[in-house]
């Protein structure tokens, strides 16, 4: 486990799932990916007592994707053990409901993440950013499958090709947010919308979950189809340059 994942079981049935590195962003590490996917395993048994998980982040901040020192440092290893995929796999199949509390920058699996996620709350400064293609990679968290069928490809092309950026309006208006909610208040409305959820009958809750979400099946093939391009890519000159391109500004 790791101090900069904080991992609480709130009243209600409500697990919150807090990214506390705000020193770095909350850019994700292999033992933080590790310690979210865990606290969504564990949150499926039929014993844990959770009925909904929230995801939010730190001091104004959500998540501002991998840390690239720590993706680098793994890159030796095959994508296909990385701490990363085997968060968003369990993403892919978690039964449990998640909700995402977005504050400031959500970038790459920041924004990816919430798309697996049943409602999606943002305060005003919340930016969402898909930057892969310009470190040499490819979408990931089945980005490149969820996102067209949500808001049409001629959107999804500019938002994973070209890497624009989107706030918080934007979010909703697109239908990837529920509601913009005041900072002050976006976690406990989270926290209020997840009890909700975690109070209603869990197998009728999950059977409604599994209409609206549609095809499991899709979304795990297209996890293990992005996983394999994005093994590919991150061994590939272009993102190497790119990964050192982004190391040598935090030396400056």
């Known amino acids: 486990m790791t101090d900069h994942v904080r991992i609480t079981d709130e009243p209600g049935g409500v697990r919150l799932v807090q990214l ?11 033992a933080m990916y590790d310690a979210m996917r865990e606290a969504l395993a564990s949150a499926d048994r039929e014993d844990s007592g959770v009925g909904a998980v929230v995801f939010a982040g730190a001091e104004g901040v959500f998540t501002a994707g991998n840390d690239i020192a720590d993706f680098v440092a793994r890159a030796d290893a095959s994508f296909g053990e990385a701490p990363s995929l085997r968060f968003i796999r369990q993403l892919a199949v ?19 993440l919430t798309y697996h996620c049943d409602l999606v709350y943002v305060a005003p400064a919340a930016t969402f950013r898909m930057p892969f293609v310009d470190l040499g990679l490819v979408p990931e968290a089945a980005s ?26 934007e979010a909703v208006r697109l239908g990837l947010a529920n509601a913009v909610v005041p900072a002050d208040g976006l976690l406990e409305h989270a926290l209020a919308q997840a009890a909700k959820l975690a109070a209603k009958p869990r197998q009728a809750l999950a059977a409604a979950r599994r209409l609206i979400r549609g095809d499991h099946d899709a979304v795990r093939a297209a996890v293990d189809a992005e996983a394999a ?5 991150l061994r590939s000159p ?13 030396t400056r």
């Open 144 to 169: 490149s499958y969820l996102l067209p069928r949500r808001i049409g490809v001629a959107k999804a092309t500019e938002l994973l090709l070209l890497g624009e950026a989107y706030g918080a309006d």
């Open 238 to 250: 272009e993102a190497q340059a790119a990964f050192r391109r982004f190391l040598s500004r935090g």
């Open 229 to 233: 391009a994005f093994d590919a890519a």
């Open 20 to 30: 506390m590195r705000p020193e770095k962003k909350n850019a994700l590490t292999g």
């Open 94 to 112: 978690i039964r449990t409901p998640m909700v995402a509390a977005v504050d400031g920058l959500a970038v790459g699996v920041g924004t990816t």
